[in-house]
């Protein structure tokens, strides 16, 4: 397990070792990771449509250090267990973490599977974001159609026609 401390590290060994495991986690996420956008109804908000970014991996209970190994790694976000599929979650769902922590990585140690797209796609709006245009009708409108090009496979709770036709009320 590889940990963030005040401690400094010197010499090629740990170097070596850190690298190791961002490439390790790299191909851990082309496998078993999920870059996703999703959507909630908001009534209050300007626009009618709540965006939620989330970067998350999902896994069995028997392989919950692998997680708590990740968590350590990035230093934020955190794990949940889930019940109903008596799986473990790690998940980063802060813009901050995600713009500063999460994406850097990736930029680093890019991923190698088709899962790189929607990776591409998850940065895009998330600088979108960070920058407030998902508070633009138009902006909004682009994240919708975009977002629903990742994860094809993924369940939905809104189909995109639902969330586009908030937008032109």
Not at 91 to 118: A, G
Not at 136 to 148: A, H
Request: glycine fraction near 4%.
């Amino acid at each position: 397990m590889i940990e963030k401390s005040n401690v400094q590290h010197v010499g090629p060994h740990f170097k070596r070792k850190s690298m190791e495991f961002a490439w390790y986690l790299s191909g851990f996420v082309d496998g078993a990771g999920c870059f996703s956008i999703s959507f909630n109804k908001k009534a209050k908000m300007k626009t009618g449509i709540e965006i939620k970014p989330s970067f998350f991996i999902a896994q069995n209970k028997r392989n919950l250090q692998i997680l708590k190994d990740i968590h350590a790694y990035f230093g934020c976000g955190a794990i949940r267990f889930n019940k109903y599929d008596q799986t473990y979650k790690y998940e980063v769902r802060s813009i901050k973490d995600l713009i500063n922590i999460i994406i850097p990585h990736f930029q680093e140690y890019p991923l190698r599977t088709t899962k790189l797209k929607d990776f591409d796609t998850f940065n895009e709006i998330c600088h979108l974001i960070i920058r407030s245009h998902h508070l633009n009708k138009e902006y909004l409108k682009q994240i919708i159609i975009d977002s629903y090009t990742m994860n094809e496979a993924g369940l939905r709770k809104y189909t995109k026609e639902d969330l586009l036709k908030i937008l032109v009320r």
